[in-house]
Nanobody, 121 residues
């Protein structure tokens, strides 16, 4: 039970903030993260937060995107800055009980949201 919101259309250089709302059980997962899938391409890992509080990002978004969470509201955020057309994709929130490198992989995730579209043009 993950629900993403905040997607939309933005011009290059703009910013968007995505939210992922979930229930307390899912939010307690060891690992939560964001993935994206552009039209005609495979799903791509964007970044994730593990149980030790470490946040890792894909090289393609490092320095532009930031993951954070609100423990009181069970919300995971993805702040996206300096967006480019290459960032256009459906963005998915995911959660799982994995650790380490598996926390940076779709295979390590158990729960998935429906996705929210981000278009940069």
């Amino acid at each position: 039970q993950l629900v993403e919101s905040g997607g939309g259309s933005v011009h290059p250089g703009g910013s968007l903030s995505l939210s992922c709302t979930t229930d307390k059980f899912t939010y307690s997962s060891n690992c939560m993260g964001w993935f994206r899938q552009a039209s005609g391409k495979e799903r791509e890992w964007v970044g994730s937060l593990d149980s030790d509080g470490r946040i890792n990002y894909a090289d393609s978004v490092k320095g532009r995107f930031a993951i954070s969470k609100d423990n009181r509201k069970n919300i995971l955020y993805l702040q996206m800055n300096s967006l480019t057309p290459d960032d256009t994709a459906m963005y998915y929130c995911a959660a799982g009980r994995s650790a380490g490198a598996q926390c940076m992989s779709a295979a390590g995730m158990t729960y998935w949201g429906q996705g929210t579209q981000v278009t940069v043009s």
